[in-house]
């Protein structure tokens, strides 16, 4: 019985090591996709952020002025929608990986018990 007692928590542990690993692996390409996209973002917005600075020095009077400005504006509201959407979609995606590792996790565990419980009554 004291085997079985041993044999069932070495099992129970290495489980809930594996587990434990597989997300952090799926948190840290999370992050690795999150980062990414930041980064992309921040690179596009300092290029733009220069481009229309130019633009906006070159004007050639006030309404030339306010259409970059307004261009501007327009531009940083589809990029903070794109940004948005992305973001959600890897939340979503990382959400979906997450509920099917803790289904699979569970039904492991209940399996375990299930196989752990009739050893332990006999």
């Known amino acids: 019985m004291n085997k079985q007692y041993f044999d069932t928590l070495n099992d129970a542990?290495?489980?809930?090591?594996?587990?434990?690993r597989q997300l952090t692996d799926i948190n840290m390409r999370a992050f690795d996709r999150l980062t990414s996209a930041q980064t992309k973002a921040w690179s596009e917005a300092v290029?733009?952020?220069?481009?229309?600075?130019?633009?906006?020095?070159e004007a050639k009077g006030y309404k030339d002025a306010l259409d970059v400005q307004m261009e501007m504006a327009h531009d940083a509201t589809q990029t903070a929608v794109a940004q948005g959407r992305e973001s959600v979609e890897v939340l979503t995606g990382t959400r979906d990986e997450l509920v099917k590792a803790y289904e699979k996790g569970f039904a492991q565990v209940a399996e375990e018990v299930k196989k752990a419980s009739p050893k332990q009554a006999a």
């Open 47 to 57: 290029d733009k952020g220069f481009a229309q600075a130019r633009r906006l020095a």
């Open 13 to 20: 542990s290495r489980q809930a090591f594996d587990f434990g």
